[in-house]
């Protein structure tokens, strides 16, 4: 009896070893929190490349005349990423000093460590065929610089998941606003959901029901060990937070 008590323990743990290294870990904005980065900045996809992070997620917004930059916010500093030019929003500065990068900057340094996933959110546009352009103009620029194999693809804007899905078939794309349900996303074609904690909270029952028609599931923005347990436990595939390596003790 001792015996298969002490093999079913054995089992149990090891499932839950399996299930906690299958989460894996996006830094949210980069590794904007570790010393000297600056959220969306060229340094902080380089310190969640240095820790080991699974994947480094940024934003992306196309300027008034079609210009791809990276950054959160749609106004930062003063400055409209979405109604500016790109003269503009080029003399903007990061917190850390950095020149706010373009698309192509970014990506050209992202290739130089190909060890961490892309996760790109492209950010929702005012006009819907601004929306369709900024998404061509995105691919084109992933496949210049030969990284589409390595990105996902995330957006709050059904029209550019489609978009993009159109475009880049073979590619991840997962849906960011949190009001649909799993079995929705799986008609759009779409790779699966990345909701909030809000979000899933609310819906705990969409992790499994995600699993089971083969979606997958991140959860944002993760910063509390608690949180961080709590949905390791519940089995999402990703866990995006603003610290990872936080994240990461608990996993490994």
């Known amino acids: 009896m001792i015996k298969k008590i002490t093999f079913l323990a054995l089992f149990a743990f090891a499932l839950f070893s399996i299930s906690q290294a299958q989460v894996k870990v996006v830094a949210h904005r980069g590794y904007w929190k570790a010393p000297g ?3 969306n900045s060229l340094t902080s ?11 480094s997620e940024f934003d992306v917004w196309m300027t008034t ?8 916010d749609r106004t930062f500093k003063g400055v409209n990423m979405e ?7 080029r003399k903007v500065r990061l917190d850390n000093g950095e020149q706010l990068p373009t698309l192509d900057e970014y990506l050209k340094s992202a290739a130089s460590k190909p060890n961490t996933r892309i996760v790109l959110e492209m ?3 005012t006009d819907l065929s601004r929306e369709d352009e900024s998404a061509l103009r995105i691919v084109k620029a992933l496949k210049k610089h030969n990284v589409l194999d390595r990105t996902d693809i995330i957006a709050f804007s059904i029209n550019a998941c ?4 159109k475009l880049i078939p073979d590619t991840k794309i ?3 606003d949190g009001d649909l349900s799993p079995k929705k996303i799986k008609s759009l074609g779409l790779a699966g959901i990345d909701y909030s904690i809000k979000a899933l909270k609310q819906h705990p029952e969409w992790v499994e029901e995600s699993h089971k028609l083969g979606l997958e599931v991140n959860v944002w923005t993760v910063d509390e060990e608690a949180d961080m347990n709590y949905f390791i ?3 999402v595939d990703y866990i995006t937070t603003d610290y990872p390596e936080k994240l990461q003790k608990l996993i490994h």
């Open 123 to 125: 950010k929702s546009l």
């Open 174 to 176: 997962y849906y960011l």
């Open 37 to 39: 980065s600056a959220q």
């Open 233 to 235: 436990d519940l089995g």
């Open 65 to 72: 005349d079609g210009k791809l930059v990276v950054n959160h």
């Open 83 to 89: 109604t500016s030019p790109f003269s503009e929003i």
């Open 162 to 165: 489609l978009a993009f899905k």
């Open 45 to 55: 996809f380089a310190k969640a490349d240095s820790i080991g992070a699974f994947g």
